[in-house]
């Protein structure tokens, strides 16, 4: 595949001609998509859309799709739950799953929404708190500062949440405030062979042909949410030309990092980061063949395994383009030479480059410690993260709330108990070999005769430390409540009521090992805290200052997983020197068959084939611009209607991450025809359609479901 | 770990001082060596020391140690065979082996040892024949001529292999003429856990205390081989500053190669060689848990996946040193700039770096193609290698020598035969692991929609594909043979009798897939040698007569797996600010063991412990410059007797493939005391103690091992 990377717009200046840009809600450059599409997105539309708009904490975007709490998001982000719901003899994964009634919707376990209902900027007071301040200081200032304009925010309110958000590098600071949906439940996902048909080998590519969409319900009170704001489904196809917006969470871009920081990443960062992933999907991909139920358990894992190495693979390929990291060189070095040619922006912005590149040198030395010491790298169990959240928190909830470390500061206490309380089902099979896989990484990575490792290890081998571990802990305690295997956590909640004594007193294995490093992690953290990030906070913000001053305020951020808008439109693409069409059609789905799996259609769709109108639109690519972290997000016209659910981007798209390439860079989405047709004709799914598409089905709820 | 690449000489030019240098026999510096350590090597020295040593066609060193043909090697070295002739029931790599009489040496099934008789120049030969060719012409002309050479040489004689060897890159070509051991019997081999004490976590570190040796013997006509050339065994420890040589095949060195070629290999070849070993290290590693025989038959794969990946890494790492490939950089400029400034020079080597440079972008497109389809990464089994063969066999046999593609010309077939008639066994749940892994990259890699992968695949998975050629062919139909599986090869002999008439009839389904892809792989083979290698061939000539030019003759060729020479002397070094000593002890190797793999001790050390000397030297380091394949070789003293045996280099070494750094690259070696101690009183081996010293034991050999 032919990779190009001519980007419009490296630096900071706003791009002239390109669907570019993962816009804030408050920063929107409406005036543009006028003057392209001679549509001007009002306020009043903006607001609608923000509020239609869902946010899944777990990493994805979904949006709210009946005025009854109906939510859609893709498989992919639902697979979680699809997984925590299924048991060994009722494999919703597998075999698709569809509530036919109300009372079937199933709450997922460790699943939250949030709605963002409020943007305030908050920049001057965070900036004035700070001001001349480095280091320590600045560290502990500007953390306090956050934790106490988001306790403020939130009130005590468990419903809402509130995040300080840093945006331009730390050229300004919003406070975004949130509903909170803690009660979600599973309404319907078809099986996981045509939501991901195609599998790894397809993944990131197209022409495509998944049905990759699930329906969720929020609940409150134990009841579906009423919702003031959601998206209409539109009556109308949407066409090649046609403009379409994508409101999402993309999680994160490295576009305005700057050279130093880039160099890391692709020397560093991204091949150690796939040397890990590869081994383990090895690890996992062979554990699959232990049996069906070591399958099914670890599916969700090897998924997002090989969904983060190719995504990572073409970011690193990205960088590792010559032609394009010159360009961004040769951006920095403009930005640059026009600040020291003046003499006040000189003094204020001069050494933030080489203060940064100094850091990243620091942190060479570094990263392995954090990594696997305070990082998951090493001890890499979901116990484990639990052990160290309650030892953590018996630490930190007694401090006062600006003191305490970020995570644990009183505003995110609400998302952090829902999480440590989750049921969801820890499986102790997967659990000792993730974990004996990070042992082992750690002990290679950090040397034998490390005292961190002699300390993790003792003489114990990492199979059998994993194994003593994971079987000896009762963080998770399973026990099966209707086919499902959950998560007894009574051992948690008691744990974490008792505070300080009670981690101290615990014999489990898990807090044993968590009291036991905490010591360690906390010195390296604060190590790297104090005199690598501050550093480059402090002079990221310096050179996100020296962007505006150069270039204006017209720009968007890098992604942060807040909410952005993008603009853009059905449109094909080159590739290979061959014109990529940008609409498949149902009948593909047919044709890429082959049988085996990845490309094994479930028997739900080959019965089915007949009735279904084969010319159906599958999947389209639109030329907005997104990254990982919009999957899930609406496809929406100027209407503010749904016409599509992004559920992916195109290979070229990877490159995202550090500039928008509009020849080529292209989200990837489920057309809104075809979730409509395989409802109605593969699922019979006749509570969504109605719900989605009022008055649409002529059939009685009551026999609702022909093919079920 | 703090690395250093200040390289002495990056250039052509010899080095001043530093003990750098893999010396070809007929271009040794004794001048040099004299100066720095007052011994001149005369040629009767560095004959018998030739003459003495000993390649291991797989991929290793040894030498002759006695009269009667035996041999040291490494237990790594060794590992196939010892591997071989193991069975579920007799472990020879957890129990180790001896041989307590001769009838007991039992033979390795597919080992070959070759010593080197005779080097000629053919240079001028060559240059002579392709003078003025390029592209196709010059390739063939090429490969024809080698060929006739080496026909002429080895005369049809089994005994002996011939091969024009390419040295400085094509600056020159030496006809080396081997004489041939191909029945090689195992002697003795310590328990796996002491010769890889310490694991992967250890491997390429020091301090170290692993007894990595293995003793076999060489037969000729059913009777121990007669060697006028051995090395004696010194009865002098070799201590702290004295001189020692290594005379051994390093395999591969890239310290000539242009900075285009370095940067192909940094940021495509070894990220890409990386992410698909890591991958396998993880399936075998969980492989080996599906139970005691799965983890016995994988041990050797992992062991090299697992050599192989750190190897990679502290190579990439080299390159990934700013500071490094900055002053690689500079040596080519310089020796570029010198070029330019000499019309002559410049009209005969002026556009030699950018030829390759383009022949390099050029193969960028179709490294893939050739990987998979030609190369070894997609069809990764040994039964298929073995059905190619035999496919390609039938076709290039029939034609003039010099026509066939060049492994199978005249002079290469005893060897090629040899493997193809190896009866070391193939099991099928391992390869069916291997093949199914490299079939999926192969889709993953090329694209499910590659015509090549449509194919091969048909619509079958993987998994399945792998399953049914494996247990479908009969290339190897495993029997046992007292114990341990071998390979019934009677298929194989004749359908290579039967030559095309046989291959066309044969049913066999890895026959049929090897004819079936056969024409796509010789295109992309063509393609590439044709297109591309031949002008890197070709340019490659220039810059080295460039260099020979500049800097004279008084240069070593970077390492080609055939024999060199180095010297240097046991001397420690600075790693992380502290002096890691040269020399460690045995009691050490117990101090080090914790009772869980990879550091526990096999049973006979446990007992042995208070017998041993516990000062005893246990391994060592020297400053000799040696690399990958100089597993195995000697290190001898300057009266040519043997003082250790090279396994390991340590981390610092691995920068070696592109530069030698005096100041930390070391050759980590057992120490002879060890060998001696360990012979004696943990293992009792006196019938191999009194070979190798004679008169030192004191034991009739009838009850010569108390220990088993």
């Known amino acids: 595949m032919k990779r190009l990377f001519l980007i419009a717009a490296l630096v900071g200046a706003a791009p002239a001609l390109a669907d570019e840009g993962m816009w804030t809600y408050n920063n929107f450059p409406s005036a543009k998509v006028k003057e392209k599409f001679g549509f001007d997105p009002s306020q009043a539309w903006l607001d609608k859309v923000r509020l239609s708009s869902a946010r899944m904490a777990g990493g994805c975007s979904a949006s709210f799709v009946s005025p009854n709490g109906l939510v859609m998001t893709n498989h992919h982000c639902a697979r979680g739950c699809i997984e925590q719901l299924s048991g060994a003899k009722k494999d919703y994964i597998a075999n698709g799953f569809y509530a036919k009634t109300a009372a079937e919707e199933t709450q997922c376990p460790a699943m939250e929404l949030n709605q963002l209902v409020q943007i305030t900027d908050v920049t001057a007071t965070l900036n004035k708190a700070t001001q001349g301040l480095t280091g320590k200081a600045y560290n502990d200032t500007l953390k306090a500062k956050m934790s106490e304009l988001e306790q403020t925010c939130s009130a005590g309110d468990a419903k809402v949440r509130c995040d300080v958000v840093t945006l331009y590098q730390g050229g300004q600071y919003n406070l975004y405030k949130y509903r909170r949906f803690q009660d979600v439940r599973l309404v319907m996902a078809p099986e996981h062979a045509i939501a991901f048909f195609g599998g790894d080998p397809d993944n990131f590519e197209f022409p495509r042909y998944d049905l990759d969409v699930t329906f969720l319900r929020v609940y409150e009170d134990g009841k579906p949410a009423q919702m003031d704001h959601y998206f209409k489904w539109s009556d109308k196809s949407v066409k090649e030309g046609d403009l379409t917006f994508i409101s999402g969470h993309p999680g994160r871009t490295s576009r305005k990092l700057t050279i130093a920081e880039l160099e890391y990443q692709r020397d560093v960062a991204m091949p150690k980061q796939l040397f890990l992933m590869s081994e383990l999907r090895g690890m996992v991909t062979e554990f699959q063949k232990r049996g069906p139920e070591q399958k099914r358990i670890s599916n969700n894992l090897l998924f997002g395994v090989e969904n983060g190495l190719k995504a990572i693979k073409g970011r690193l390929e990205a960088l590792q383009d010559k032609t394009f990291f010159a360009q961004k060189v040769a951006a ?59 030892v953590r928190a018996s630490e930190e909830l007694p401090k006062e709330n600006g003191e305490r470390l970020r995570e644990y500061s009183q505003a995110g206490l609400p998302a952090l108990q829902a999480n440590l309380f989750s049921q969801a089902p820890i499986y102790p099979e997967l659990e000792i070999l993730r974990l004996s896989f990070g042992l082992t990484k750690m002990r290679e990575e950090l040397g034998s005769n490390h005292p961190f490792v002699k300390k993790v290890l003792g003489k114990e081998s990492p199979d059998k430390l994993a194994a003593r571990l994971v079987k000896g802990t009762k963080l998770c305690v399973l026990k099966d409540v209707k086919g499902s295997k959950v998560c007894d956590v009574s051992v948690r909640k008691s744990l974490f009521d008792g505070g300080k004594a009670a981690i101290a007193a615990s014999k489990d294995p898990m807090i044993q090992l968590a009291l ?78 082959t049988g085996e799996d990845p490309f094994a259609l479930p028997p739900s769709w080959l019965k089915s084939e007949k009735l279904i109108d084969g010319t159906t639109a599958m999947n389209m690519v639109t030329t907005n611009d997104i990254i990982g972290g919009n999957s899930g997000s609406p496809v929406i016209n100027k209407d503010g209607e749904i016409v599509g659910l992004v559920f992916d981007g195109n290979i070229q798209s990877l490159g995202g991450e550090y500039g928008f390439d509009e020849a080529s860079n292209r989200a990837v989405s489920v057309h809104s025809d075809a979730i409509i047709e395989s409802l109605k004709k593969i699922y019979g799914a006749t509570r969504v359609l109605e719900e989605l598409r009022p008055g649409s089905t002529h059939v009685p709820p009551a026999k609702a479901n022909p093919a079920g």
Request: glycine content about 8%.
């Open 332 to 390: 920095e070095q403009e930005l640059r030479k026009k600040v020291e040619s003046n003499p006040e922006m000189k003094k204020k912005y001069g050494a933030a480059w080489d203060e940064i590149a100094k850091a990243e040198a620091q942190f060479v030395h570094v990263r392995k410690d954090l990594a696997y010491m305070e990082g998951g790298s090493g001890l890499s169990s979901s116990l484990f993260s639990i052990a160290k959240t309650l």
């Open 516 to 593: 036991l490093v905490d010591g360690d992690a906390r010195t390296i953290r604060k190590h790297v805290e104090e005199n690598i990030d501050a550093v480059i906070k402090k002079n990221s913000e310096l050179v996100a200052q020296a962007k505006f001053d150069t270039y204006g305020t017209n720009q968007y951020p890098d992604a942060t997983f807040t909410l952005r808008l993008s603009y853009g439109s059905v449109k094909g693409y080159m590739e290979d020197g061959k014109q990529v069409a940008p609409i498949t059609q149902m009948a593909g789905t047919f044709e890429h068959a």
